[in-house]
């Protein structure tokens, strides 16, 4: 089993900037999981919004995100960080974290982190 667990969600102005963490954790977590953001907004369904290799540093982004997000990750710390810049109103969700064999897909979930900015 993995667990995941997200931090560094809040409330920010547009324009403004918030670095959200993924601890990873688990007698099972491997080099093979790619790790996700995701992230879900009221009413809407869930998107993608990056993803990044456990081992090889190569990175996923939505298009939406691509120039104001950057995803990286400290393997000694078994954390992910989701750095976002530039926010948007329309980037207010509860962002996820997620671990899959495959990329944009999760098979063990966090229980997510509420990001909301306001106009």
């Known amino acids: 089993q993995v667990q995941l667990v997200e931090s560094g969600g809040g409330l920010v102005q547009a324009g403004g900037s918030l670095r959200l963490s993924c601890a990873a954790s688990?007698?099972?977590?491997?080099?093979?999981?790619?790790m996700n953001w995701f992230r879900q907004a009221p009413g809407k369904e869930r998107e993608f919004v990056s993803a990044?290799?456990?081992?090889?540093?190569?990175?996923d982004y939505a298009e939406f995100v691509k120039g104001r997000f950057t995803i990286s990750r400290d393997n000694a710390k078994s954390t992910v960080y989701l750095q976002m810049n530039m926010l948007k109103p329309e980037d207010t969700a509860v962002y996820y974290c997620?671990?899959?064999?495959?990329?944009?897909?999760?098979?063990?979930w966090g229980q997510g982190t509420q990001v909301t900015v306001s106009a």
């Open positions: 997620a671990a899959g064999l495959v990329w944009r897909t999760g098979r063990y």
């Open positions: 990044i290799s456990w081992s090889g540093g190569s990175t």
């Open positions: 688990g007698r099972t977590f491997s080099s093979s999981y790619v």
